[in-house]
């Protein structure tokens, strides 16, 4: 599922372009669903947090006015922060679409924001066609990724999550709690997943080191024997048991 959102500081545009994707998304039946559209783009950043993993399309106007960034500082800060979005910058300006190719940000696709869009609460064959072309690049770029990215869905809270395995460093069980910690390169998870549950989907490129933890192999940088801790990416060291240290040894061997 791909998830949409939309960036406008114009009300009645941005009212107006939520409700013809809306329409179009439902149309197309794609497989994607609008998340959220804001004047706001802090809102905007509000509105994905916890779901920095998921696909996510974001259409943009390049022009925001508002105080704390425009258009490009936006579209920079998303691709920082989730790694599978893909930007679509919105402008009325036809000769300021190509500065967006310029601005050294790899950028899926623009719009521009003709009048004609705005005369009909139906999706002109025009806007149509572009945002056809849209969709079909993502799900060109997700199936190839796909080849080497292994996702898997995780719940957290009310949310589902698609994060990709090789972004996770290590799984702990919190103490006292039915919870489990997924710690990635970018982000922490609490989710209600048993810790076998996830092992069992992620095997066999992951590892116990006590009964509480599992680390990915990959990630592991040094393992003292003597001391029984191992160091990932990231600086995190945990303990490895009495009981798993041969075993780590093996798998690290192995691969």
């Known amino acids: 599922m791909i998830d949409v959102y ?20 439902q149309a197309t039946q794609k497989n994607a669903h609008l998340v959220s559209a804001q004047q706001n783009p802090e809102k905007l950043l509000e509105d994905l947090n916890g779901r920095e993993q998921n696909p996510s399309l974001f259409f943009i ?10 258009g ?28 967006t190719f310029e601005f050294e940000l790899e950028v899926l696709d623009y719009i521009v924001k003709r009048t004609e869009f705005f005369l009909s609460d139906t999706v002109t064959d025009s806007l149509a066609k572009r945002l056809d072309h849209i969709f079909e690049k993502i799900e060109t770029h997700l199936t190839y990724n796909k080849v080497d990215a292994k996702l ?9 999550i698609d994060l990709d395995a090789a972004s996770i460093l290590f799984i702990q069980t919190v103490k ?23 092992y069992d989907m992620l095997s066999p490129d992951f590892a116990y ?16 024997r003597k001391s029984r801790f191992l160091t ?15 075993n780590v040894f093996n798998r690290l061997s192995q691969n």
């Open 232 to 246: 990932l990416g990231g600086g995190h060291r945990l303990e490895i048991s009495y009981r798993e240290i041969k």
């Open 72 to 99: 490009f500082m936006l579209g920079q800060k998303l691709k920082q922060l989730a790694p599978l979005c893909h930007l679509v910058f919105l402008t009325c300006k036809g000769e300021l679409a190509w500065q």
């Open 152 to 160: 898997i869905q995780i719940e957290c809270g009310s949310k589902l």
């Open 209 to 224: 080191i006590n009964k509480s933890c599992i680390v990915r192999l990959d990630k592991i940088i040094e393992v003292d």
């Open 176 to 198: 006292g709690r039915h919870q489990t910690e997924i710690f990635s390169s970018r982000q922490r998870i609490i989710t209600r997943h048993p810790l076998n549950t996830l």
């Open 61 to 70: 106007d390049v022009q925001l006015n508002t105080p704390s960034m425009d």
């Open 6 to 25: 939309l960036c406008d500081d114009e009300e009645l545009q941005l009212s107006h372009l939520a409700k013809i994707i809306d329409t179009y998304l």
